[in-house]
């Protein structure tokens, strides 16, 4: 055991430092992940989580968001989440008051949120619905993403996604999903996920993040990983899922998600887009990987004075 770490995807350094002060005095995982991912959720600049994310094709923001617990894969998670600005909040309720189920969507997830006490909020801001009607213009950066070189799929989601706009005639009114994975001093692993999905998605539309073994998956024997960008791919290729099957059978963490990303490059997909993972294992070894170059993953350690910027690997 090396002792308490977390990691995440980028731009997850807005919540890692709240995560590793929860982990530095002796809390949790759990608790630090959802700490770390709160305020992920609640960063107005970031448009791919919580208030301010990117709408649906209707101008609506959704949000998705999953937990699992190393020891027990105790799974929590909620999809198509509208009005409510935590998501990964709920998704942990879910895990510990509504044990019989995993997974809560739509108008129920909501409805479940209401009864336990969440507080509703508006997460369309101006700047998100002024994202919303410009970024549907053509551009060379991708759909979902970090920033990265848009390919063919890029495109093509974003022709079908005017489409979609132009049906649903939406009223006038820095991004990609975030992972956050911590291991804890008693040796417990915990897999968080938070995302606002694909903007100008088909209403009701539930990715990776919201699913166990796709975006989300934590073993503690083996390790955690989870995976952000075309979630459908993920879907397709169970890809968190088979990371931690790779660290099972001895792949260090760069290597099971480099498999991870190779297998899933087999799969036809007209909307193809950039697809990356990362993954931690029980003594605190990690590793990450991209399909594009200048791709970073972030870490802290209880040494750690701020979050340390770590390049993945590259398919």
Avoid at 67 to 81: C, E, K, P, T, Y
Avoid at 202 to 215: F, Q, T
Avoid at 226 to 238: D, P, V
Wanted: aromatic share 6%; net charge negative; glycine share 12%.
């Amino acid at each position: 055991m090396s002792g308490a770490i977390v990691i995440g995807s980028e731009r997850s350094e807005a919540g890692l430092p709240a995560a590793m002060e929860i982990l530095a005095r002796g809390g949790s995982a759990l608790d630090a992940v959802e700490a770390g991912l709160r305020r992920c959720e609640d960063n107005l600049d970031d448009h791919y989580v919580g208030t301010g994310g990117l709408p649906n094709a209707q101008g609506v923001v959704e949000l998705d968001a999953s937990l699992m617990i190393g020891s027990s894969r105790a799974f929590g998670a909620v999809g198509a989440v509208k009005g409510f600005p935590n998501p990964i909040s709920i998704a942990r309720a879910v895990l510990e008051r509504l044990p019989q189920h995993n997974l809560l969507v739509g108008p129920g997830a909501e409805l479940f949120a209401e009864e336990n006490g969440f507080e509703r909020a508006e997460l369309l801001t101006e700047e998100s619905r002024k994202l919303f009607l410009a970024a549907l213009q053509p551009s060379d950066e991708s759909v979902e993403g970090e920033r990265t070189a848009a390919q063919a799929g890029d495109e093509l989601y974003r022709k079908t996604a005017l489409d979609l706009v132009n049906h649903f005639a939406p009223h006038d009114g820095p991004w990609g999903t975030i992972n956050i994975l911590a291991l804890d001093a008693s040796g417990e692993l915990v897999v968080g996920v938070s995302t606002s999905g694909y903007p100008w998605k088909y209403p009701g539309r539930v990715g990776d993040s919201a699913l166990p073994g796709a975006g989300n998956y934590a073993d503690v024997r083996y390790g955690g990983a989870a995976c952000t960008g075309r979630g459908e791919l993920s879907m397709r290729a169970l890809g968190a899922r088979g990371i931690v099957a790779d660290l099972a059978r001895g792949l260090d963490p760069a290597e099971a998600c480099l498999a991870m990303l190779t297998d899933a490059a087999t799969l036809p997909d007209e909307y193809r887009a950039e697809l990356r993972c990362l993954a931690l294992t029980p003594d605190g070894r990690h590793g990450a990987a991209a399909g594009q170059s200048g791709s970073v993953y972030v870490v802290m350690t209880e040494s750690s004075t701020e979050p340390e910027f770590h390049p993945r690997s590259m398919l």
